[in-house]
């Protein structure tokens, strides 16, 4: 990314015609390398950026989820799905994506650097006749995005051999919302947060407030004063060490006044919180997702959860989907096979509800059975194909008429 950044600025002078020099804070900086320095001050990067809690709580949260849920290789059977586990991709996707990695922790490092730093990478390694056999990270540092002449994508890896292009086909891509990590985005925000953090440390190691003042309305002599302060030090410490509850006493005039919390130190305090929610609109989580509670209750904590699914992780879902699909399916399987994540542990608290509109569509004949199996992640069932309302019908066969007993002859 890096060499990609050096070109741009080269062809950005080369066609200009003429040589500048100019630092990296000015403004005309963020058209070569497209970033420009943060107004507060702060150094906001995909490494500093995790120092903020409401940061390292958004990328956990997606990442960790994202690789707890399990996905499969389904294919389709008569009209049924059934999970393709003769398919080597099963495996990589859902036991192990190599020796030493696990498929879900392969998706929660991918994950952390689409979030991080806008993509994230991965190798496929194949067999001798083509199918896929495992997936090895590759840093994001180390990838550069090109395009051939069709447009379609063409990775360079920097290797220890050196360079290498890579076909779309050959590199698993995860990319974050349009190419670039959320942190890119929301540096601003990220940025007053830190700067935040920073003051209330400084505030509570008494850098940016004492702990208390000390003062004297009788005049004392330079040498005589100094001596007082000193001793007045020395007792301050002891009794800050004292465990038995002494009462601290000053004497020759001397007092001690410890600054009261102001309405300035409180809004300091409702701005802390706000930049939480910055945060999380950032990311697009849930504000309660990171642990800020003020506007959660017991009702819409469950709402805002399946908006965390539908809102949130739905996305990065599709763009797993589709990266799986890209290398570790052929083109004439992709007509048969897909994959799917198993999301029936993210939606344990709409249980009741999906159940409820189930059945509903079963009743008004919209779906089948055997449809709803499906949308369970579950096989079709003998009869699951028919239509019919299970509360008014039923499957016991309909009594039979006994024929009229014949007339005996007169």
């Known amino acids: 990314?890096?060499?990609?950044?050096?070109?741009?600025?080269?062809?950005?002078?080369?066609?200009?015609?003429?040589?500048?020099?100019?630092?990296?804070?000015?403004?005309?900086?963020?058209?070569?390398?497209?970033?420009?320095?943060?107004?507060?001050?702060?150094?906001?990067?995909?490494?500093?950026?995790?120092?903020?809690?409401?940061?390292?709580?958004?990328?956990?949260?997606?990442?960790?989820?994202?690789?707890?849920?399990?996905?499969?290789?389904?294919?389709?059977?008569?009209?049924?799905?059934?999970?393709?586990?003769?398919?080597?991709?099963?495996?990589?996707?859902?036991?192990?994506?190599?020796?030493?990695?696990?498929?879900?922790?392969?998706?929660?490092?991918?994950?952390?650097?689409?979030?991080?730093?806008?993509?994230?990478?991965?190798?496929?390694?194949?067999?001798?006749?083509?199918?896929?056999?495992?997936?090895?990270?590759?840093?994001?540092?180390?990838?550069?995005?090109?395009?051939?002449?069709?447009?379609?994508?063409?990775?360079?890896?920097?290797?220890?051999?050196?360079?290498?292009?890579?076909?779309?086909?050959?590199?698993?891509?995860?990319?974050?919302?349009?190419?670039?990590?959320?942190?890119?985005?929301?540096?601003?925000?990220?940025?007053?947060?830190?700067?935040?953090?920073?003051?209330?440390?400084?505030?509570?190691?008494?850098?940016?407030?004492?702990?208390?003042?000390?003062?004297?309305?009788?005049?004392?002599?330079?040498?005589?004063?100094?001596?007082?302060?000193?001793?007045?030090?020395k007792d301050w410490r002891t009794w800050q060490h004292n465990a038995n509850g002494d009462p601290l006493i000053l004497d020759a005039g001397w007092k001690f006044e410890q600054p009261v919390m102001t309405s300035t130190d409180a809004q300091f305090l409702e701005n802390r919180v706000e930049q939480i929610n910055e945060v999380a609109r950032i990311f697009g989580v849930p504000p309660h997702m990171l642990y800020q509670l003020d506007r959660a209750t017991w009702s819409n904590a469950e709402q805002m959860a399946a908006s965390f699914l539908q809102l949130c992780l739905r996305p990065w879902l599709d763009r797993w989907q589709d990266a799986y699909a890209t290398v570790l399916l052929t083109e004439d399987e992709r007509d048969s096979l897909y994959f799917e994540f198993v999301i029936d542990d993210l939606l344990r608290t709409e249980a009741a509800a999906r159940a409820e509109i189930f059945g509903k569509h079963i009743a008004a004949g919209v779906m089948s059975p055997n449809e709803v199996r499906a949308a369970m992640n579950l096989p079709a069932r003998k009869g699951g194909d028919e239509y019919g309302n299970p509360y008014t019908s039923t499957n016991t066969p309909a009594p039979t008429t006994a024929p009229a007993p014949a007339k005996e002859a007169a």
Do not use: C
């Open 1 to 233: 990314m890096l060499r990609s950044a050096i070109n741009k600025s080269v062809d950005f002078f080369r066609r200009a015609g003429e040589r500048k020099a100019f630092s990296l804070t000015d403004p005309r900086a963020s058209k070569i390398f497209g970033a420009r320095p943060v107004y507060s001050g702060a150094n906001v990067s995909h490494a500093t950026a995790l120092s903020v809690p409401a940061v390292l709580q958004a990328v956990r949260l997606i990442s960790e989820n994202i690789g707890s849920t399990p996905i499969k290789l389904y294919k389709n059977v008569d009209g049924s799905k059934e999970a393709a586990k003769e398919h080597s991709a099963y495996r990589i996707t859902h036991d192990r994506a190599n020796e030493w990695t696990g498929a879900g922790k392969l998706r929660t490092d991918l994950t952390v650097d689409a979030l991080l730093h806008g993509n994230g990478f991965a190798r496929i390694i194949r067999f001798d006749d083509g199918r896929p056999f495992e997936l090895q990270r590759i840093a994001p540092d180390k990838v550069a995005i090109l395009e051939d002449d069709n447009g379609a994508p063409v990775y360079r890896v920097s290797e220890k051999a050196g360079l290498r292009d890579y076909r779309f086909t050959e590199i698993l891509h995860v990319p974050a919302f349009l190419g670039k990590s959320p942190i890119t985005f929301g540096r601003e925000a990220i940025g007053v947060s830190m700067t935040l953090e920073r003051h209330a440390a400084q505030f509570f190691a008494s850098g940016a407030r004492p702990s208390g003042i000390l003062s004297n309305e009788k005049p004392q002599g330079s040498e005589a004063g100094t001596k007082v302060v000193e001793n007045i030090r």
